[in-house]
Structure formats: structure tokens, C-alpha cells
């Protein structure tokens, strides 16, 4: 079998072109050698052990392994083959051992990418199939040419990348049809040029040809590539660049060229002539020294020149004539790190007045001269990152070494060691904006009033001082920085009580990281008194002491935004903690003490310090030991978006905790004791959820625990990570399952009953309903029903051939009662209603019993105003009332209203009438309603008592009234 080693991916010549001062290691033919060298060793070792191996086992093993091994290979191929990963128009086959281009890829792809495969051609047959590709990635294969008909079959080619093949000879007529051809990368392969094979590209603006071993840098006989803007000859063997070189380039707009990692030995005056519209170039990694510098600096004299490379070019000392030659050029960026630089002559950049941008990162300076920048008058950035040397006696910076830099805004001094600040260290920097101390060695332990004096004219806006071994701040050790508004002290050793002095002064700030400070920091209620614009403050690791002291620290920040009191093991607070911080969108307290606060058995109850925040968006808690949440812990918090509540010992939440947080997406509850997921509880939160880590909980797996999150889980697009870490730990027929394999269909069982309880709770509640209602506004359901069928029905008379009466119905009342008749009776008599009364209508000179005998006969309806007087009236009770029964059965006439304008018992109603509630129908038993409102009603309900007719409607019984 054929093994191969893939060589580690670096950055393309085209991107190391693409900024400035890069240091991407090049990878020539000898790289991959050296690969394939120890590839070559390893594999001979374990031929020789797999052989004596085989002695013993036999020459039939041996056969069947090998073809076992050779299946499990073509397996393992056709598997990688059909990989191939499209996204959109995409198609990423790399890193396949794939032997020949897929050719069941959709035919619109318009990228491919085939790198890193066994590729030993590209087959125009087969890229046909993709006539819309516009990049073609094959690098890292073993490809030996392109073939004339690539570009051909690929007519809309832009870029193609052939990097680390063994391309050998390469003529016109390979790329005679890549005329629309745009990027070209051929970077370590064994070319051999004839003739002008780039000639055809009319349109290339990138060629990469580094690493290739080639020894000129004539890569054509006449001018051609009239587009090409970027050129790597890098890792080549080129030892000397002659006048001619580059003549083929004279008609190119080239505006970057990397030459870098080349032995060059020699510079051939009007050696980069022709190169007249050059802005960069790089010559990193390449052995130049002084000497070759200088000479470079004279070739470049005149030209367009913008930005120059020179990191790692041996450059130990830099001369007054050095940088001459660049005298009259535009140049604004110069790279000079990674030099091991040990000095740099009074004035020898003063013939860089045009330069904004100078990197003397990573040398061996051992002083900073007051002339040492003379000259340099629009130089915006400086880095000095470790630029000065360590030895026996620290470096030193002069004072005014910086006054020259009159326009510098950015200085970079971290990871530098110096003797220390005096108070004229930084004098004349009157732009600064940005200065960065952070992990320098020098002697700052206090910091006074004085330290940053010579910053007192500059508009600084940034102060880092990371890692500066800071141990005290004293009264007012920044008020000479008025402008500041980020202040980074992280990652000191203060140890004080912050009285609020140490930041007075700083009238614009709006941030101070004060985090990894050994928890040796006390805050006290002024803190920040003399910070009130303070938007960001981190206290990670940085406090001791108690917060529970009123007023707040942090009272005064009413602008404060974003608070991080995390990792301080904080035990004491209070409910006024964070009151009045209106603004505030990010708060983290996590690896805290917190436990107690939230506790129902806290003294005075559970604190809710966390009220009035409603800007909050990102709250995080974990680690703090918490085993409760009061229900109105979390309450008004209807912005958050981010809530982290993990590692934490919760094991229960109450119901209506998250109702609150309609906004949050983002939701951290691992590693607790929660071993129920309840809808009641969950469902609010989980509904806008975008990501949910709920893992390492020892969930109860049963059907009143989990059911619901099952179901949620899966059907839910939010994203869950590491859902094989939702494990179960009850009941033993689960445990130590995930909870994907539980199943839903065994709580099946219960949806029956579910749905029978749901059922029978519901008629229930419509029977006390309705019976509540009746009882209560009965008589009114009755009014208007009545009222309806009146208006949509009319009311029936008495049927055809049924006794004409004069009179609807014979009143029998008490004496007592007349008034209450004249009231309330005879307004009816309006609705053409007539009543027959014994004062008013009886016959004179006819006696009493035979008129009575002939108006009841007379009368459609016998009415009886039932009182308790009427009741004791000897006359009507025995007369009256038994003639009007006796006329009712004689007759076969149900025509009996009772109106009681009292509450008479039934027992008493038997004895005196002789008549029963139940002999009558309900709509002929009428009561007088005390309430005003519902006497319209009664007067409707009598109304069609009297109305209505007395026919039989069966035979066997007589029909009640109406």
C-alpha cells in the first residue's frame, strides 16, 4: 500500500501579500521531502517488523491480511468519496484520500475543493461536468502538469490553486484558454518555465510561484500579464536580482511583491526599475544585513514605494545612511522586528518623514535616545513590543525620548523591561491616545500623582497596565488624565481599601478592569464616588471583604452597564446592592457565596437584590451553591436574554419563576440535582428558547417528571448540546440511560382517564354554573324568554269551540288586600284584560251566593290573592274556594291562578284552599317579587297565566294553566 503524509497547511504567498510584516513560514519542496524522508524510515521499520512477523504466522495469514486490509481500504475510500460535503454551490472534498475528481457532484457547483487527496491529475472528462466552477482548490495532491484543455472544459476558471503538487514543466500552451484566469497559485512544485507560459493570462492579478526552486526571477522574455497587481517568488534559490529581471513586468500595474526567504546575495542597480507602480514588498526571513538594506533602500529610490517588509533580515544596527536611499518615497508603513537589533544611530529615520506606522517588535535595543526618533514627524503608531534587550542592567529610556513623535496616537511598550517611569518620560507625545504597558518589567508598584505627569497634555483615551506588578494607587494617581476612558489594572497585586481618591480626576471614564488582583481589593460606599460616567467595571477576583454596607458602592454608577463581581466568594449582601442601576445589561456573580440570600429561612426572608434591573440582558450564577429560587427572584426581568444557573445544588423551582423572562434565549441549568422538568414551570421559558444546556442533572424518568421535556426535546429547534449527558437516575429500569430512551408509550396508559377527568370536572362546573344562574337570574331568563315568544309566536286563544267568557278571570282577595289589587291588578285591565270584583261588578239586588255561583261561571280564570288574611277569611276558604274546585272538575277546566304576596306554607295552603302547589303548574304559582326590577317580570308572567287556555290536552289528565 501506498502511504503519504499531508504536510501542515500555511499561508499562500497571496496571503502573506495580503498584510503587512507577516511572518508566515514559507514550505518549499524540502518541507515535504523531510516529510516524506521520515515517512519513508517509518514505513521501512515496520516492514521489516510486519516481516519476521509473518515468518512465524505463516504465508496464508499473510495472504489474508493483506487482502483484508486491502477491502477495509477500498471500504474506507469509497466511504471518504461520498463525503464529499455541498453547501449551496460548494462542494468540499478534501481530506479524502480521494485517487480521481467525484463526478456525481451537482453540476451548477460553481467552487470545488479537492486539496489534500491523492490526486495524481484533473481530468477534463470529468470537470466538464462542472462548466460553472469559478474556483478550483487541488493543492496537496501529487498532480505532475494542468493539461492544455483544463481551462477549456472550464471556461469560467477564476481561480486555481495547484500549491504543493510536483507541476514540473509548464509551457504556453497549458494555459492558452485561462485568459480569464484571475488568481494562480503554483507555491512549492518543481517548476521548469520554457518559453512565456504566463503570456496568455490577460487577466491575472495573483501569481504565487514561490517555493519552487527557481533561480531567476525572469519568468518570461517580453512584457505580459498586464493585469497582475500581487507576485510571490518567495523560498526560491534566487541569489542576485539583475537589471533585467523584472522586464517582463514593465506593462503590469504590480502593486505587491514578496520576496521573501531567499538567499539574495546581490541587488543589480535598476534592478526593480520596471516595477514602477510598486506600494509593497516584502523581503521577510531574508539574509540581507545592513549592507543589502542600504542597497535595497538606494533601488527603491524614487519609486511609489508604501509600505517595506524587513522583519527578520539580520538588520543588527540600523546607520545613518541606511534608510537613505528612501528619502524621497511615500512610505508609511515600516516593519522591522524580529531583527535582534541592538542600536539605531541619532537620527538615522529622519529620512522617513512620510511614516505613520513603525514595528521594532522582538529586538535587543538597550536604550532609547532622546534623537533616536528625531524626524519621524507623522508617526501615528509605534510598537516597541519586547524591543529592548534584557541583561544584567535594565534598559533605559531617556527622558523626552518620545518628544519627536508630535502626531504618535498608539505606543506599544508590553512585555518590555526598563529601569521605570521618571516625569518626562512620555513629554511631547501631545496625540497620544493609546498607550500599552501591560506585563512590562519596570518599577511600578505605587502609583502617585506623578507617575503619568508627563501624560498631562496628551489626549490619552486607553491606559493599559496589565500585569505591571501594581501594589498601591494613591490619592489621585490618574488626575492628570482627564481624557482617559479605559483604564485596564488587571492582573496586579493591589492590596488597599478603595476610598474613592485613588480615581478621582477621571472625569470621562467610562471603563476600569480591575480583575485577577489576588482578592486583595475592599470597596467601600465611595468607591466610585468620583467616577459616575463608569459604564464597564470588572472586579473578577479582585475583592475581599463584605458588600453589605449601605449606601452601595455602586450606588453612583447609575450609567454602569456592564458589572462583573464574579470568583469573589461573596457572601454578605444586601437588597440595596445593585438598587438604582437602571442601565445595567450584563451582570456576572458567578463562583460566589450567594446560598443564603435566596434561602426562605434568611432572617427577613429571601433578598431579592435583583429587583429594578429591567435593562438586564446576560445574568450569570453559577457556582454559588444555590438550593432555592424565590418566586419573585427572578420577577421583572422581562429583557434577559442570557441566564447561567449551573453548578449549582437546585433541585426543585417554583412554578412561575421564569413567567416573567418572554425575552430569553439563551438558558444554563447543568449540573444541578433537578430531577423534574414540569410543564408548569418550563413551558414559558422553553417556548422562545434558542440554547438550553440541561445536562448532568439526575433526572426521575418517569411520567410525571419528564414526559412533557421529552416530547419538547424532540420536537424542539432550539439547539441542546450534548444531549447524551441527559442522564437518568430513577427508576432503576433506567438508570444510568439517557433520556432519549425513554419511552413515551408507556404513559399512554393514563390518557384515558386524563381525558375522563378533564370530562366529568367540566359537566360539573357547567351544572354549578347554570344552577347558580337559575337560582340567582332565573326570573329574568323567564321574563325575556316570554317576552320573545309573545313577539315571535303571538299567543293562542282559546281554541275553536271553547266557551266564550265576559270575563278573564274572577279575583278572590281579602278585604285587606284590596288596595294592593287597585295597585298592581287592575293596570292589566289596560292590555285588554277584564276582572270581575265583587264591589265593583256583582249584580245589584241578586244575593251574594248566586252571584258569586254565576261570575265564576263567567270568568276564564278563578285568581287567588293568597295573604295570610285571605287564609283566616272564613268566606272565601269555604265557599269561595270550594265552589271554584267543584266548577273546576264539574267543568273539566283548569283555570286556577295562585298570586301569593306572602310566603305561605303548603301544609297551610291544603287546609284552608284545599289546593296543592303540585296541582298546579309552576307558570300558574306566581310569588310578588319585593324587588322593584322584577316586577315588570311578574306582571309579563300573570299576564300570560290570564291569557292563556283551560282546554284538556289529554286524556286521563287535566292540563295545568298555560
Known amino acids: 500500500m501506498l ?37 519513508t524510515i517509518k514505513l521501512d521499520r515496520n516492514t521489516q517488523e510486519a516481516a519476521r512477523d509473518t515468518k512465524l504466522m505463516g504465508g496464508c495469514l499473510h495472504l489474508l491480511l493483506l487482502l483484508l486490509l486491502r477491502a477495509l481500504s477500498c471500504g474506507s475510500a469509497r466511504s471518504r468519496k461520498a463525503a464529499c460535503r455541498v453547501d449551496r454551490l460548494m462542494a468540499d472534498c478534501s481530506h479524502l484520500s480521494l485517487e480521481e475528481v ?35 482548490r487541488a493543492g496537496y495532491n501529487s498532480i505532475p502538469a494542468l493539461g492544455e484543455n483544463l481551462c477549456r472544459v472550464l471556461p469560467q476558471l477564476r481561480q486555481l490553486h495547484i500549491e504543493h503538487n510536483v507541476v514540473h514543466l509548464l509551457t504556453e500552451v497549458d ?63 534566487m541569489t542576485s536580482l539583475g537589471k533585467d529581471d523584472f522586464s517582463w513586468l514593465q506593462k503590469s500595474p504590480l502593486q505587491v511583491l514578496c520576496l521573501a526567504s531567499l538567499p539574495l546575495k546581490k541587488w543589480e542597480p535598476g534592478c526593480l526599475k520596471p516595477l514602477e507602480g510598486l506600494r509593497g514588498l516584502v523581503m521577510d526571513r531574508s539574509k540581507l544585513g545592513p549592507n543589502l538594506t542600504e542597497q535595497l533602500c538606494q533601488e ?40 535582534a537589533m541592538n542600536s539605531i544611530a541619532n537620527g538615522s529615520l529622519h529620512w522617513l518623514p512620510t511614516l505613520e506606522h513603525l514595528s521594532l517588535e522582538e529586538n535587543n535595543l538597550r536604550r532609547l535616545t532622546r534623537d533616536m526618533f528625531t524626524g519621524l514627524d507623522s508617526l501615528k503608531s509605534l510598537n516597541l513590543r519586547r524591543a529592548l534587550g534584557r541583561s544584567h542592567s535594565p534598559p533605559v529610556i531617556e527622558d523626552y525620548a518620545f518628544s519627536p513623535l508630535r502626531r504618535l496616537e498608539s505606543l506599544f511598550m508590553d512585555g518590555m523591561a526598563f529601569q521605570g517611569l521618571t516625569a518626562h518620560t512620555f513629554s511631547g507625545l501631545v496625540s497620544l491616545q493609546y498607550l500599552n504597558l501591560s506585563w ?61 481618591t485613588e480615581f478621582r480626576g477621571l472625569s ?54 456592564i458589572l462583573d463581581l464574579s470568583n469573589n466568594n461573596i457572601a454578605n449582601i444586601n437588597s440595596g446592592l445593585l438598587s438604582g442601576l437602571r442601565n445595567l445589561r450584563v451582570l456576572y456573580l458567578q463562583h460566589n457565596n450567594l446560598a443564603r440570600i435566596w434561602k426562605s429561612a434568611n432572617p427577613g426572608g429571601p433578598l431579592l437584590f435583583l429587583q429594578g434591573l ?177 313577539r315571535t309566536l303571538g299567543f293562542r286563544e282559546a281554541a275553536r269551540g271553547e ?82 274546585i267543584q266548577q273546576v272538575i264539574e267543568d273539566s277546566r283548569d283555570s286556577v291562578v295562585l298570586v301569593f304576596l306572602e310566603d305561605v306554607p303548603d301544609h297551610q295552603l291544603v287546609r284552608s284552599l284545599l289546593l296543592r302547589r303540585a296541582m298546579l303548574r309552576s307558570r300558574c304559582l306566581l310569588d310578588w317579587p319585593p324587588q322593584r326590577e322584577r316586577r315588570p317580570a311578574f306582571q309579563q308572567s300573570l299576564w300570560m297565566a290570564l291569557v292563556s287556555s283551560n282546554r284538556i290536552q289529554w286524556e286521563g289528565r287535566v292540563k295545568n294553566c298555560c
Not at 499531508?6 to 503587512?20: D, M, N
Not at 480591575?514 to 464597564?536: M, Y
Open 102 to 136: 467525484p463526478a456525481d457532484l451537482p453540476a451548477n457547483i460553481t467552487a470545488l475543493d479537492v486539496s489534500h487527496n491523492r490526486l495524481r491529475e484533473l481530468p477534463p472528462a470529468v470537470l466538464s461536468r462542472y462548466p460553472g466552477l469559478r474556483l478550483l
Open 3 to 39: 502511504l503519504t503524509q499531508e504536510v501542515e497547511h500555511v499561508e499562500t504567498p497571496g496571503q502573506l501579500l495580503g498584510r503587512s510584516g507577516g511572518r508566515g513560514q514559507s514550505t518549499g519542496g524540502h518541507l515535504y521531502s523531510s516529510h516524506l524522508y521520515r515517512w
Open 508 to 561: 470621562s471614564i467610562h471603563e476600569i478592569y480591575l480583575s485577577f488582583n489576588n482578592q486583595k481589593i475592599r470597596l467601600t460606599s465611595s468607591s466610585f464616588l468620583h467616577v459616575p460616567t463608569l459604564r464597564t467595571l470588572m472586579l473578577r477576583r479582585a475583592l475581599t471583604g463584605t458588600l453589605d454596607m449601605m449606601p452601595s458602592p455602586f450606588q453612583p454608577l447609575q450609567e454602569l452597564a
Open 175 to 237: 494555459l492558452v484558454y485561462c485568459s480569464n484566469l484571475m488568481e494562480l497559485n503554483l507555491g512549492s512544485n518543481r517548476l521548469k518555465l520554457r518559453n512565456n507560459p504566463f503570456s496568455p493570462l490577460k487577466n491575472l492579478t495573483l501569481l504565487d510561484v514561490s517555493a519552487n526552486s527557481l533561480s531567476s526571477a525572469r519568468l518570461g522574455t517580453q512584457p505580459q500579464l498586464g493585469s497582475l497587481r500581487e507576485l510571490s517568488l518567495s523560498g526560491n534559490k
Open 803 to 884: 266557551e266564550r267568557f265576559e270575563y278573564d278571570a274572577y279575583v278572590i282577595y281579602a278585604q285587606k288586600d284590596m288596595r294592593w289589587v287597585e295597585r298592581h291588578l287592575l293596570p292589566l285591565e289596560d292590555k285588554q284584560l277584564k276582572f270581575c270584583l265583587e264591589d265593583r261588578d256583582f249584580v245589584p239586588g241578586m244575593s251574594q251566593l248566586e252571584s258569586i255561583v254565576e261570575m265564576m261561571r263567567k270568568s276564564r280564570k278563578i285568581v287567588f290573592i293568597v295573604t295570610d288574611t285571605l287564609l283566616k277569611d272564613p268566606w272565601c276558604t269555604q265557599y269561595k274556594a270550594h265552589h271554584a
Open 440 to 500: 512590562s518589567k519596570f518599577d511600578l508598584r505605587i502609583v502617585t500623582n506623578q507617575t503619568f505627569a508627563s501624560l498631562a497634555s496628551s489626549p490619552l483615551r486607553t491606559l493599559n497596565l496589565t500585569g505591571t506588578s501594581i501594589t498601591y494607587l494613591a490619592d489621585g494617581a490618574f488626575a492628570s488624565l482627564g481624557n482617559l476612558t479605559t483604564l485596564l489594572l488587571g492582573y496586579n497585586l493591589i492590596f488597599q481599601n478603595l476610598t474613592g
Open 614 to 790: 429591567d435593562n438586564l440582558t446576560v445574568l450569570e450564577l453559577d457556582y454559588n451553591g444555590l438550593d432555592e429560587i424565590p418566586v419573585m427572584g427572578l420577577r421583572g426581568l422581562r429583557k434577559l436574554q442570557q441566564l447561567s444557573l449551573g453548578g449549582n445544588v437546585l433541585n426543585f423551582l417554583h412554578s412561575g419563576i421564569f413567567d416573567d423572562m418572554v425575552s430569553l434565549r439563551y438558558l444554563n441549568l447543568q449540573k444541578n440535582l433537578i430531577t423534574s422538568v414540569q410543564k408548569s414551570v418550563f413551558e414559558p421559558v422553553l417556548a422562545n428558547l434558542s440554547v438550553l444546556y440541561m445536562e448532568r442533572n439526575p433526572f426521575d424518568c418517569t411520567c410525571d417528571s419528564i414526559l412533557w421535556f421529552v416530547g419538547w426535546l424532540n420536537g424542539t429547534n432550539a439547539s441542546v448540546p450534548q444531549r447524551d449527558s441527559y442522564m437518568c437516575n430513577t427508576p432503576p429500569v433506567y438508570f444510568n440511560k439517557t433520556i432519549n430512551q425513554f419511552d413515551p408509550l408507556s404513559c399512554q396508559d393514563t390518557t384515558p382517564f386524563q381525558a375522563l377527568h378533564v370530562f366529568t370536572s367540566t359537566i360539573v362546573l357547567l351544572v354549578i354554573v347554570a344552577a347558580l344562574v337559575f337560582r340567582f337570574q332565573g326570573w329574568r331568563i323567564q321574563f325575556y324568554w316570554s317576552v320573545l315568544i309573545n
Open 300 to 339: 527603491l529610490a524614487g519609486s511609489t514605494i508604501n509600505w517595506l517588509s524587513l522583519s527578520e533580515t539580520q538588520l543588527t544596527s540600523i546607520l545613518n545612511t541606511t534608510f537613505k536611499g528612501l528619502k524621497n518615497t511615500t512610505i508609511t508603513a515600516l516593519d522591522l522586528s524580529h531583527n
